[in-house]
């Protein structure tokens, strides 16, 4: 079973730092693309960041490139995003998604994917 669990979100003060996971399973992690995702209460969808897992190409949104870093670890299937420099605006349910062989940037725009994770929320206090 294809499967993507997030973790680590929280509540953190303007400014501060937290460090979200993205664990995969039931695929062959280094075949994907997987992007976060961040939707906040009445607002729509927004793709934050992306990496290729093979080949490390990565892609970040322009509001949050600077203070948002996308990493992987294929020892551990997991994908981290450390976001540095939170701000209010950055509240918001953040979601994994995978697909296979996407390209990074083409994967912001998809709708759908071949696997999608529940979520960990992230909160900025100001």
């Known amino acids: 079973e294809v499967q993507l669990v997030e973790s680590g979100g929280g509540l953190v003060q303007s400014g501060g730092s937290l460090r979200i996971s993205c664990e995969a399973a039931g695929f062959t992690f280094d075949e994907y693309t997987i992007a976060w995702f961040r939707q906040a209460p009445g607002k729509k969808r927004e793709g934050v960041s992306s990496i290729h897992i093979r080949d490390g190409m990565t892609y970040y949104a322009d509001s949050v490139k600077g203070r948002f870093t996308i990493s992987s670890d294929s020892a551990k299937n997991t994908v981290y995003l450390q976001m540095n420099g939170l701000k209010p605006e950055d509240t918001a349910l953040y979601s994994c998604?995978?697909?296979?062989?996407?390209?990074?940037?083409?994967?912001?725009?998809?709708?759908?994917?071949?696997?999608w994770g529940q979520g960990t929320q992230v909160t900025v206090s100001s």
């Open positions: 998604a995978a697909d296979r062989w996407t390209d990074p940037i083409a994967i912001m725009y998809m709708d759908h994917f071949d696997a």
